[in-house]
């Protein structure tokens, strides 16, 4: 019987099988943060294991790290004692790590691409739910939970039910002005945010194969939000042109190995709840209009936002900078708006900065920032106010995810650069 990609991953790194019990399948390289890892260390001092791979764990600060100041002593309490925690565990127990401050360092599923570490036939997982971003590179990857964390760093094993597999074939050609973000966006809302619930999502088809590494990992990364295990592409020229030359990347010829749900069209209006049909789905929308303060039929290029968020393991990458760049440049951010561009990682940074594009972002009149998980989730400093209406770069939408009363709308870098020129959600066209 044929097997698709994910099966054949996923058969190729079963340690162990028997009936009744999940899989044991072996980890390739296993990605920590300053969130997810201190209980997991506190387990192993506990049981008295050291970890069983420390070269295949790579550590990086990223969700709970200021994105200014980064110089100077950490002013959150419970930021400082994530950090300095990492720190001790990682020194502890002999693993990598890339610290505020370091040329590495940046949002997890920024820094693993960047440095060859993330290639084809591989299985990565990692304490956060977008590790999926990696599963654009052709191999399998997901979020665990802490006692996960735990089993991995001691045995680089971990114990997993096979998933389903889903295909989506997405064909043609892209228009100008329609990116990643909204092919996503477009499958959330048609399937919903529990339509891949079980899956590993395999995208195939001619505007997936057209799209670049980037583009294929903001697809990857909202996987999740439709409530898939992992998404997945193939590998191909562009994956291996991608890898070429990376630090961790193999030399020579790279070979072949081992809600969000709720979207609507820019050009569109706010749906009315009145027309969904469904009693939980009507629901929750009648619930979003009240959180989200609007109101049915109001046509979404007239909400007015008060602060715009480039940015995110879903968008904070150069081709991300570089588009929203190519819209802002020889314009003004709206008065009313404040603009926070932030990369996802200090090399990506650094990379926009050689281009000159941190010029463009500044001349606009947008906060140019450390590299940083930042406004996604309102975890660290950069955070909503209650009733503050935001158009983010992000990945989810839920409330309070941004900052307590914090009103989000997910967008792509065009739309973003354009509404905080316009001051409501605009695409690139409207200018």
């Excluded at 980064?70 to 300095?84: A, G, L, N």
């Excluded at 399937?191 to 999502?201: A, L, S």
């Excluded at 989730?377 to 307590?404: I, V, W, Y």
Aim: charged letters at 20%; aromatic letters at 4%; proline letters at 5%.
């Amino acid at each position: 019987m044929a097997s698709t990609l994910a099966q054949k991953v996923w058969e190729d790194h079963v340690v162990h099988r028997a009936a009744g019990e999940p899989d044991l399948i072996y980890i390739d390289l296993h990605l920590i943060h300053e969130v997810t890892s201190p209980q997991a260390f506190d387990g192993l001092r506990i049981a008295g294991r050291k970890v069983r791979r420390p070269d295949l764990t790579i550590a990086t600060e990223d969700h709970n790290t200021p994105t200014i100041d980064i110089d100077k002593p950490i002013v959150d309490p419970i930021s400082k004692i994530q950090i300095e925690t990492l720190r001790k565990n990682v020194k502890d127990f002999g693993i990598r790590i890339h610290s505020l401050g370091d040329v590495e360092q940046g949002i997890v599923h920024v820094v693993g691409p960047q440095l060859g570490l993330t290639q084809p036939g591989m299985t990565v997982v990692c304490g956060d739910s977008h590790t999926s971003t990696h599963g654009a590179f052709g191999g399998l990857a997901f979020g665990i939970g802490t006692s996960e964390v735990e089993h991995v760093l001691a045995t680089q094993t971990l114990p997993s039910a096979k998933p389903k597999m889903m295909a989506v074939n997405v064909e043609g050609v892209l228009p100008a002005g329609v990116t990643s973000k909204d092919i996503i966006l477009a499958l959330i809302a048609k399937i919903g945010t529990g339509g891949g619930q079980g899956f590993i999502i395999e995208y195939r088809g001619s505007a997936i194969r057209a799209l670049s590494m980037e583009a294929r990992m903001t697809i990857c990364n909202m996987s999740i939000e439709a409530g898939a295990r992992a998404g997945l592409i193939a590998p191909d020229e562009i994956t291996f042109n991608y890898l070429k030359g990376r630090d961790h990347a193999p030399k020579g010829a790279v070979t072949w190995g081992t809600n969000p749900g709720q979207g609507v069209a820019l050009n569109g209006v706010v749906p009315n709840p009145a027309d969904i049909k469904d009693e939980t789905a009507r629901n929750s929308a009648e619930r979003a209009l009240v959180y989200m303060d609007l109101k049915a039929g109001t046509p979404m290029k007239q909400i007015k936002v008060d602060t715009v968020f480039l940015g995110s393991c879903t968008n904070g990458r150069i081709e991300d900078l570089r588009s929203a760049a190519q819209v802002l440049k020889g314009a003004k951010v709206s008065q009313n708006v404040r603009m926070l561009v932030v990369p996802g990682s200090a090399r990506v940074r650094l990379q926009a900065e050689a281009e000159g594009l941190h010029e463009i972002f500044l001349a606009a009149g947008a906060e140019w920032r450390q590299a940083g998980c930042s406004m996604c989730l309102g975890m660290n400093p950069d955070q909503l106010n209650p009733g503050e209406r935001c158009a983010s770069t992000s990945n989810r939408n839920f409330e309070g995810r941004q900052g307590k009363g914090g009103r989000t709308h997910l967008v792509s870098p065009l739309v973003a650069a354009a509404t905080a020129i316009r001051g409501t959600l605009s695409a690139p066209a409207d200018l």
